[in-house]
């Protein structure tokens, strides 16, 4: 019986990766399904075939491509065209060949009689706010205006990584050539003086401090620079995987939501997530408990999750949605006592969406403080490290000149 090799995404969000015996592709599927796997990638394995050997890279597709194609198939499908020959359109105009694919892939899934949504989750290009945006969609008969609003979000978010990277290239170029002059000058440079630091110990006037230490980092790069980068590279991809395990999520998230600025605004961001994938779904009609469990996966961060989840579970006992996001700690006062009086007055969904509007600008503000801040810190850095490195080479000097 053929074996294809899987890659699929597991209840919890993970990614799995094996093997499957089925008697054909559509057969491989329905058995992934039957085990609570949303297959991503699917094919037949014969052996070692290279073709489908591909390195541990997402294929990706930019926020522009991505805002602008869904908001294309919100118009489309607006304007009486199926889904079907929106989706064909789309791919054959698709100005990224990864889009097209993926289309393509959409289209063909669709026309098996796969819903959207789930077509949609077998590619990773798609992230999680887009994907339960869309479920809820498909479920409440409001696609066109859910596609609607993710293209939108995409275009603000889009836009405000464009102001981010457009102030951070500045610092991001100073702290590059300054680690690269500062390496240069320990590498290349300080060796040429070993000779004369040598006779200076020799003589018994002895080298300052800052020099000896100058002289260990020069040494020590020298000799295990090489090492030094792999040991460097290697924690990096181990620490990516440990971060994409159940516990490394919620680890990490912890960490994040306890850094200073930086975490004030991922803490911000995903209450803003939160806010408005809710009232967007209560906006549409969709029963509370519902579109808790869905908006509590676009949040990004495990922790505010769990504590969404477990105010869907006070909700279904006939208890306010307050309560235990106010005992989480995870939403912020001002926020929880706008949802608490919204609740009484029966308009969660158009406060939670002013509360997301608001929160939006407020991150803006954040961002703009730590960019300003960043540049100043890189400068201070890179101008310690330069100084060092002169002051190691320079004192031995300075003292030779004051013994004659």
């Keep these: 019986m053929p074996e294809f090799a899987y890659t699929a995404r597991q209840a919890d969000g993970q990614v799995a990766r094996g093997v499957i015996t089925a008697d054909d592709r559509r057969q491989a599927l329905s058995n992934l399904a039957k085990q609570s796997l949303t297959p991503l990638q699917v094919n037949a394995k014969s052996g070692f075939d290279l073709k489908s050997f591909k390195l541990p890279f997402k294929k990706r597709v930019s926020g522009d491509v991505m805002a602008s194609t869904l908001a294309q198939l919100s118009e ?20 990224s060949s990864v889009m097209q694919e993926v289309l393509l892939q959409i289209r063909n899934d669709v026309a098996q009689g796969v819903n959207i949504d789930q077509a949609m989750s077998k590619h990773s290009v798609f992230d999680e706010l887009t994907l339960s945006m869309v479920r809820a969609g498909a479920e409440g008969a409001f696609l066109e205006d859910a596609l609607k609003r993710i293209s939108i979000f995409l275009e603000r978010r889009e836009e405000l990584k464009g102001k981010v990277t457009g102030a951070l290239a500045y610092p991001a170029f100073l702290l590059v050539g300054g680690l690269i002059v500062t390496v240069i000058l320990i590498v290349v440079f300080v060796p040429r003086f070993e000779s004369l630091f040598s006779r200076l110990e020799k003589s018994g006037q002895g080298l300052p401090g800052p020099t000896v230490v100058l002289l260990g980092v020069s040494d020590f790069l020298r ?3 090489l090492l030094v980068i792999l040991a460097v590279l290697g924690s990096v991809i181990a620490f990516g995987r440990w971060a994409q395990t159940v516990q490394g999520r919620w680890i990490l998230d912890g960490v994040r939501l306890k850094l200073p600025i930086f975490g004030k605004i991922l803490h911000h961001s995903a209450v803003a997530r939160f806010c408005r994938v809710l009232g967007t779904l209560l906006t549409n009609g969709v029963p509370i408990v519902k579109a808790l469990q869905i908006s509590s996966s676009s949040t990004g961060n495990k922790r505010l999750e769990q504590a969404i989840l477990r105010s869907c579970e006070n909700i279904k006992s006939g208890e ?5 996001l106010t005992a989480s700690g995870l939403v912020p006062p001002s926020v929880m006592a706008m949802i608490h009086v919204a609740e009484r007055s029966n308009t969660l969904d158009s406060v939670l969406i002013r509360i997301a509007e608001r929160t939006e600008l407020k991150i803006e503000q954040q961002l703009g403080t730590m960019v300003r801040l960043i540049e100043p810190l890189t400068l201070v850095l890179i101008g310690g490290l330069v100084t060092f490195v002169l002051t190691g080479l320079l004192l031995p000097i300075f003292d030779m000149s004051a013994a004659i």
């Design 320 to 324: 306010t949605l307050s309560a235990p």
């Design 223 to 225: 000799s295990y620079g």
């Design 76 to 95: 489309l499908l607006e304007n009486g065209v199926s889904l079907l020959e929106s989706l064909d359109i789309l791919a054959k105009q698709s100005t």
